[in-house]
Structure formats: structure tokens, C-alpha cells
T-cell receptor, first 115, second 110 residues
Framework: SQTIHQWPATLVQPVGSPLSLECTVEGTSNPNLYWYRQAAGRGLQLLFYSVGIGQISSEVPQNLSASRPQDRQFILSSKKLLLSDSGFYLC??????????????FGPGTRLTVT | SQQGEEDPQALSIQEGENATMNCSYKTSINNLQWYRQNSGRGLVHLILIRSNEREKHSGRLRVTLDTSKKSSSLLITASRAADTASYFCATPYSGYALNFGKGTSLLVTP
């Protein structure tokens, strides 16, 4: 069965510090991978998605970046955090098969507080 | 950008009652999905309905889709305290991703 991991679970970082959040998926090959951010009491904002190693699509211009160094690893980074980067970060994966009628599977999330 | 918008934003009912949430979207879609999020957790997929389906059932869940009105509804029958969560509709985006609405927060009290 497939499993998705995210770490850390919680993180408190000062403004201007770097960020690295990691997401890994087990039990599937060549998944589509996604990073979302959820502000308190709000919906999900799609940040990045990837359909293969080294292939990253950015949805929101910001000081965040994403990388996919391995097939089942997705990393969210920042060189200098802003207060507005605080939120709940969720990683998700989906079947790589063509078509749009496939559900996404979410990780447990990382709660980031920038102080 | 967000395409789906859920209504109401918040809903409070008692155990045993039915809960109905609505979702409206803007552009043509070939499927619509509903997800649940318990507080502080990741989202869990509930049900997917395709554009050629008008209604779909899964346990106590009933989802309808009206493509002419660009709207969907999620009905949870005989609600339980464990159904307390936020519920999101999601529509396809760019061929690979999903657009999520802002969600409906459901509170079921004993």
C-alpha cells in the first residue's frame, strides 16, 4: 500500500531564516506530487506540482521553491522566510496515469510558524 | 486560483440530523471531488463524481452534480460527532492538479 510522509510535523522559524520541508511517498512509482499551503481557517492554495523528476510547475510567485531530486521525494524550500509564509503545508500525490479523474492522497502536513 | 466555492462556510447540527453542503464552480469540468479534513490533519478523499453522473452514493454520503448550474452538493445522512470536520470540493486544474474551495466547517454535537 502507498504511504506519504512529511516532516517535520511542526516548525517555528524566525523571519529571514531558511526553510526545507520534505515529503516522501512509498509504494508507488512516478507519482504526481503537489505542495499546498493552507492559511488558518482557509482553503488550500496550490503552490507547486511535479509530474516527474526535475519537472516543477509553480503556481504562485513567491519566495518559495520546490525540487524533486528523486522520483518519490518532493522538497519545499525558502532562502528567507517571511511572516506571511506561516501556515499549514500539505504534500499530496496522485496516480501518474493520464486523465484528470484521479483522487489525491495527502500527507499529515507541517505546521509552520514564522516569528 | 480557486474555482470551487462551498456554502455554507459553517454548519452546526445535532447528531442524527442530515448535513448538506453545496459547491459552485465556474468553468466546465469532467469530474468533481469531495474531501474531508479533520482539524490539524491532511485531507482525505471522500468521493468523485464524473460529469456524466448526476448522483453518487457512498455509505452515508450522497453527492449530486448539476453541470448546467455548475454546482454540486454533499449530503451526509444521520450525522455523527465523528463527522465533525471541514469539507472541501475540488475541481480539475491544468490536467494534473486540483482547485480546492475554502471549505465548509461542520460541527456535529451529541
Amino acid at each position: 500500500s502507498q504511504t506519504i510522509h512529511q516532516w517535520p510535523a511542526t516548525l517555528v522559524q524566525p523571519v529571514g531564516s531558511p526553510l526545507s520541508l520534505e515529503c516522501t511517498v512509498e509504494g508507488t512509482s512516478n507519482p504526481n506530487l503537489y505542495w499546498y499551503r493552507q492559511a488558518a481557517g482557509r482553503g488550500l492554495q496550490l503552490l507547486f506540482y511535479s509530474v516527474g523528476i526535475g519537472q516543477i510547475s509553480s503556481e504562485v510567485p513567491q519566495n518559495l521553491s520546490a525540487s524533486r531530486p528523486q522520483d518519490r521525494q518532493f522538497i519545499l524550500s525558502s532562502k528567507k522566510l517571511l511572516l506571511s509564509d506561516s501556515g499549514f503545508y500539505l504534500c499530496a500525490w496522485r496516480s501518474p496515469r493520464r486523465g484528470m479523474a484521479y483522487e489525491q492522497y495527502f500527507g499529515p502536513g507541517t505546521r509552520l510558524t514564522v516569528t | 486560483s480557486q474555482q470551487g466555492e462551498e456554502d455554507p462556510q459553517a454548519l452546526s447540527i445535532q447528531e442524527g440530523e442530515n448535513a448538506t453542503m453545496n459547491c459552485s464552480y465556474k468553468t466546465s469540468i469532467n469530474n468533481l471531488q469531495w474531501y474531508r479534513q479533520n482539524s490539524g490533519r491532511g485531507l482525505v478523499h471522500l468521493i468523485l463524481i464524473r460529469s456524466n453522473e448526476r448522483e453518487k452514493h457512498s455509505g452515508r454520503l450522497r453527492v449530486t452534480l448539476d453541470t448546467s448550474k455548475k454546482s454540486s452538493s454533499l449530503l451526509i445522512t444521520a450525522s455523527r460527532a465523528a463527522d465533525t470536520a471541514s469539507y472541501f470540493c475540488a475541481t480539475p486544474y491544468s490536467g494534473y492538479a486540483l482547485n480546492f474551495g475554502k471549505g465548509t466547517s461542520l460541527l456535529v454535537t451529541p
